[in-house]
């Protein structure tokens, strides 16, 4: 009882602005709760993703609202910490009653909100965290998912190595859920369609530890091909950077998640020819619809959108157009109108799998390198490739086989 009130006077402590309504009552707003990690290593990616969610609530209603009432946006901060997130998604829901739920940054934490979700049955949409579990042994029906979960993710990454000559690999990765299941999935299906592939070394640090001086030596020592890693943000960054006077990277690439926030801060450190994905990059789609989206973006914060703006925002077209056709902010007619939904998100038409709840989006594979148009940064739009979700998701019946009996 003390830790549960200890926890709710933090989340008091943490509690962070939202964007509220001057004088309107309940009845005249739609309210999203973000539960939000956005403090720590997480700090980075929050901002991305509130300046997507700011943008498309400001557009929205500047357009009359959604079925005539303003979006209103409370914002609690999870910190990374699952019981927290827990805390912060029935304060959302109980206190600040929230209609629905969006966020947060870890899966770990998602995996504790989706839970607080199906208990007062209300609709959490994922723009961010992306564990594979969400839609398989932890599902539940009031979870949507708009990024590429860890097994579209991972699968699709192999899936490129499948069809190259790549055959040495080593590992290194944050140890925590998404990293270890990343891997694991990456690992099984390298190794089954392509057997002549050889790991060689499978390395593990501290979430947020940036102490590689023990951990490179290895690597270099097996000369491997592709260093794979799940690193991300700042520690994805110093690794690089730890790297590049090796000469490692001159013969061997590291392969990991290249959004926009960890492109900016390497800036030109960044080699050019390094192989990296994508889960959302603007410059990887002509769509007008994102052409606009980052032209106003662009105009706002006077900053290229990163991946994390342009997925919250997508999820809140998915979530609105949603309430729209179900003519309710019901979560049980949301849901029954989000299944099979076909949307235009940013990123193209896409659609929301029933059986699971998990958007068809899948990830871009390319090589870093210059674009005059992006000062300070380089991309990796060369040799871009688009693996689709269908590629590599699951399929239906062995998403049955790991959800919980009665789905």
Same mark, same amino acid.
């Given at each position: 009882m003390r830790k549960q009130l200890a926890v709710m006077m933090l989340l008091c402590l943490l509690a962070l602005p939202g964007i509220v309504s001057n004088n309107a009552s309940a009845a005249d707003t739609i309210k999203l709760g973000f539960?939000?990690?956005?403090?720590?290593?997480?700090?980075?990616?929050?901002?991305?993703?509130?300046?997507?969610?700011?943008?498309?609530?400001?557009?929205?209603?500047?357009?009359?609202?959604?079925?005539?009432?303003?979006?209103?946006?409370?914002?609690?901060?999870?910190?990374?910490?699952?019981?927290?997130? +827990?805390?912060?998604?029935?304060?959302?829901?109980?206190?600040?009653?929230?209609?629905?739920?969006?966020?947060? +940054?870890?899966?770990?934490?998602?995996?504790?909100? +989706?839970?607080?979700?199906?208990?007062?049955?209300?609709?959490?949409?994922?723009?961010?965290?992306?564990?594979?579990?969400?839609?398989?042994?932890?599902?539940?029906?009031?979870?949507?998912?708009?990024?590429?979960?860890?097994?579209?993710?991972?699968?699709?990454?192999?899936?490129?190595?499948?069809?190259?000559?790549?055959?040495?690999?080593?590992?290194l990765g944050p140890d925590y859920e998404y990293a270890r299941n990343w891997w694991a999935t990456f690992k099984t299906y390298l190794t089954q369609r392509k057997p002549e592939a050889q790991i060689l070394s499978e390395q593990w640090i501290k979430l947020g530890d940036t102490n590689y001086a023990q951990l490179i030596p290895e690597i270099l020592a097996k000369n491997p091909e592709i260093v794979i890693t799940n690193l991300w943000g700042d520690s994805l960054v110093k690794f690089i950077r730890e790297l590049k006077p090796t000469g490692l990277l001159s013969k061997a690439s590291v392969v990991s998640l290249f959004d926009l926030d960890m492109l900016r801060s390497i800036g030109?450190?960044?080699?050019?020819?390094?192989?990296?994905?994508?889960?959302?990059?603007?410059?990887?789609?002509?769509?007008?619809?994102?052409?606009?989206?980052?032209?106003?973006?662009?105009?706002?914060?006077?900053?290229?959108?990163?991946?994390?703006?342009?997925?919250?925002?997508?999820?809140?077209?998915?979530? +609105?157009?949603?309430?729209?056709?179900?003519?309710?902010?019901?979560?049980?007619?949301?849901?029954?109108?989000?299944?099979?939904?076909?949307?235009?998100?940013?990123?193209g038409w896409h659609r929301i799998r029933a059986e699971d709840h998990q958007a068809d989006v899948g990830i871009y594979v390319g090589w870093t390198e210059k674009d005059p148009k992006y000062e300070g940064f380089l991309t990796i739009k060369r040799h871009m490739t688009l693996l689709p979700a269908e590629l590599v998701w699951l399929p239906p019946e062995d998403v049955k086989k790991l959800q919980p009996p009665g789905r």
């Open positions: 539960v939000a990690d956005a403090t720590g290593v997480g700090e980075s990616w929050y901002k991305s993703q509130r300046a997507g969610i700011d943008l498309f609530i400001e557009q929205t209603n500047a357009a009359g609202g959604v079925l005539g009432k303003k979006l209103e946006l409370i914002v609690r901060d999870s910190a990374l910490k699952p019981d927290l997130g +827990t805390a912060a998604a029935e304060d959302l829901i109980l206190k600040e009653r929230c209609d629905f739920l969006i966020g947060p +940054t870890s899966s770990g934490v998602a995996l504790a909100v +989706t839970r607080v979700a199906q208990k007062y049955k209300k609709v959490v949409m994922f723009h961010t965290s992306n564990a594979e579990a969400l839609t398989t042994t932890d599902f539940q029906p009031y979870m949507f998912q708009v990024v590429p979960n860890t097994g579209i993710e991972s699968r699709g990454v192999a899936q490129y190595f499948v069809l190259r000559d790549y055959k040495r690999f080593c590992y030109l450190d960044m080699p050019e020819g390094v192989l990296g994905y994508s889960r959302c990059a603007f410059y990887a789609t002509r769509d007008r619809d994102m052409k606009e989206f980052v032209d106003a973006f662009y105009a706002k914060y006077q900053q290229w959108p990163a991946d994390w703006a342009i997925m919250a925002y997508d999820g809140l077209l998915a979530l +609105t157009e949603a309430i729209k056709k179900a003519n309710s902010t019901d979560s049980d007619k949301v849901v029954k109108a989000l299944e099979g939904l076909h949307w235009k998100s940013l990123r």
